[in-house]
């Protein structure tokens, strides 16, 4: 049985924490597919810093919003692994990993935005849930031995 996925992979880039632990992680970008034949770009962030401190950041990067954005809009969604599920948190851009990141016109919504538009609110969990359940890297990450 052919197992269909809802993720198109576009490229994984390697990029090093600024929090202070230095540590590599892998940022994979690519397009999820989901409700009657709708898509949008995401980028995953896998990061762990010291002590198995292991976050999931995710960033939907959708068209514009309202009629003044000129640009993609950018919803950002943190999760934080518990025992047997994932937490997860709309957070504001610059408390992400693409605090510095070029938006090239476009515009980052606020966590207070998205929480205040329930369609969004739910179509940010949905997005977050799909990638995290169907993404080929996010298994490993979570259960990844904790080593050092
Ligand atoms: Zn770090």
Not at 39 to 59: G, I, M, P, T, Y
Request: hydrophobic share 35%; charged share 25%.
């Amino acid at each position: 049985m052919e197992t269909a996925t809802p993720i198109q992979y576009l490229e994984t880039t390697g990029r090093f924490c600024t929090c202070g632990c230095g540590r590599p992680y892998s940022v994979s970008k690519g397009v999820l597919q989901y409700g009657e034949g709708r898509e949008v770009d995401f980028e995953l962030a896998l990061v762990s810093h010291a002590d198995n401190d292991r976050h999931v950041w995710l960033a939907l990067i959708s068209g514009p919003w309202t009629d003044e954005d000129a640009g993609n809009c950018r919803v950002v969604i943190h999760g934080l692994p518990q025992d047997d599920r994932i937490n997860a948190r709309v957070e504001d851009l610059a408390d992400s990993p693409w605090a510095n990141v070029d938006l090239q016109g476009g515009r980052a919504i606020s966590r207070e935005e998205v929480m205040s538009n329930e369609p969004a609110k739910n179509w940010a969990f949905e997005c977050f849930n799909d990638v995290v359940q169907y993404h080929k890297d996010v298994a490993a990450f979570l259960h990844a031995d904790a080593g050092d």
